[in-house]
């Protein structure tokens, strides 16, 4: 059984930087296309960054230039370096596995075949 487990979370001041961590356990990572979604109350889960086997990676438009997704298949960990954060980042960030493209998994949600549990990230103004 695939696990996600996100770390990394926490609180920053508006244009300052996280990094979220997922470790992949129990598969390969190397064999997943792997996300970044998140989710504020009462709002849909939204794609932020996927990327596929090899490296292209597809993002929401809103954290382009800001947010890079990277991975390490060695370790089996994804990565996601968050600079120059805005309040309207804050949310619950979720990591994500699946096997459908990039772009398509990063819009449809409803594909992604496996959840971690979610770090908050909340950024002041």
């Known amino acids: 059984q695939l696990q996600l487990v996100e770390s990394g979370g926490g609180s920053a001041e508006t244009g300052g930087s996280l990094r979220l961590s997922c470790t992949v356990s129990g598969y390969t990572a190397s064999e997943q296309v792997m996300g970044w979604f998140r989710q504020v109350p009462g709002k849909e889960r939204e794609g932020v960054a996927v990327?596929?086997?090899?490296?292209?990676?597809s993002y929401l438009a809103s954290v382009v230039g800001r947010f890079t997704i990277s991975r390490d298949d060695t370790t089996n960990t994804v990565y996601l370096h968050m600079n120059n954060l805005k309040p309207e980042d804050t949310a619950m960030y979720y990591c994500a596995a699946g096997a459908a493209s990039g772009w398509y998994m990063r819009t449809h949600p409803a594909v992604v075949t496996h959840w971690g549990q979610g770090t908050q990230v909340t950024v002041s103004s």
């Open positions: 990327i596929e086997l090899g490296g292209p990676a």
